[in-house]
């Protein structure tokens, strides 16, 4: 089996697989969440985070924005544009969301107020699967990879901190890198905070 189609067959698993949780199992991990992020001081010092409105079973993160909120940080959503590039939307309690082309949820604002990816401290990634490397399976759309391609061949950890959000039965032993992709720094779990990059070489 070739690699394009081994990554849609372990999408459409993981896909299932995530659909398939109970409402209890999501609450808890939206709280086992928000534990291991309160690990990472990032999240108490940067003040430029952005993270994702879950949608199709994802991980929550109502309780990471809640404590953004509160704590009076800026906290931002993606906006995709036409050309497959992502840029983000601040995102507050009186936001005005709509669904995009892909049904997800964005902010509705003027495009004088989108944010570059390079101008977040912190981003927290959506993913369908990742390896304790920093690789992620995503959706196929290449969207992040393309908006923080700046960071490839840059000494990492870099600004933003990416760390992939997922379920810990997401992860697999390993994935298999493309060229294009780009490397979290780390990955939140409901269980663990995981350092990519302590990780061990392939």
Known sequence: MNAIATRQELRQRLREQRAGLPAT????????????LQLLPELSVDDRIGGYFAVNGELSLHLVVAQCWRQGK?????????????????????????PNRFGIPEPAVAPD????????????????GFDRRGHRLG???GFYDRSFAFLQGVERPALPLLVGIGYSFQEVDTLAAETWDVKLDLIATERE????????PP
């Open 25 to 36: 199992q999501r609450i808890a991990a939206a709280q086992g969440l928000l534990q291991q």
């Open 74 to 98: 800026a906290f931002h959503l993606p906006v995709a544009g036409a050309d497959r590039q992502l840029r983000f939307a601040r995102y507050s309690a009186a936001s005005t969301v709509q």
């Open 113 to 128: 107020e989108l944010v570059d990816p390079a101008a977040l401290e912190l981003v927290l990634v959506p993913l369908l």
């Open 139 to 141: 959706y196929g759309g």
């Open 193 to 200: 905070l995981i350092d990519c990059g302590g990780a061990p």
